[in-house]
């Protein structure tokens, strides 16, 4: 498709705009949810990266209707280029959801697990700050 260099301009600093204020609401969510891990915060952060993830597949098919070599403006280009690069959004919506959920339930998981403590084997132990501590200052190599 023929395009003039006004209008990918616009289409690339409107996209951007558009990503801008999403990309920020999903890590407002993002972070909610890992600084207090409940079922509401993971649905509420998983929400807002399937709408991200959307958005940036809807804006990245529309992205692949240009030709970035006729593009004059190399920053342009670049930006064109990125836009393209639609990572996981690229799968159909309901496996997207599914991988956005997966994604969260892993580092749920990951965030609640407990271990023994090594010697006595009665106290449990989270990652934070438990674990981290044990590993920054024990010089037992057992």
């Known amino acids: 498709a023929e395009f003039t260099q006004e209008e ?3 289409f690339v600093l409107d996209a951007e705009k558009q990503l ?7 890590t407002i ?5 890992e600084s207090n891990i409940t079922d509401a915060t993971q649905a509420i952060s998983s929400a807002a990266q399937e709408k ?3 958005l ?4 990245g ?3 692949m209707e240009f030709d970035e070599d006729k593009v004059k403006d190399s920053d342009i280009r670049r930006k064109l280029m990125f836009l393209k690069n639609i990572g996981t959004a690229i799968l159909p919506d309901k496996t997207l959801k599914e991988f956005i959920k997966l994604k969260a339930d892993m580092g749920a998981i990951y965030s609640k ?13 989270s990652l934070e700050p438990h674990l981290t ?4 200052t024990s010089r037992d190599p057992d």
Not at 29 to 33: D, E, L, P, Q, Y
Not at 113 to 125: C, G, I, T
Request: proline fraction near 0%.
């Open 8 to 10: 990918v301009k616009s």
């Open 20 to 26: 801008q204020a999403e990309s920020h609401k999903a």
């Open 29 to 33: 969510a993002s972070w909610n949810f």
């Open 52 to 54: 991200f993830d959307k």
């Open 56 to 59: 940036s597949k809807k804006l």
């Open 61 to 63: 098919k529309k992205a």
């Open 113 to 125: 697990a407990k271990v023994k403590e090594y010697y006595n084997l009665k106290e449990d132990y």
């Open 133 to 136: 501590e044990s590993l920054a």
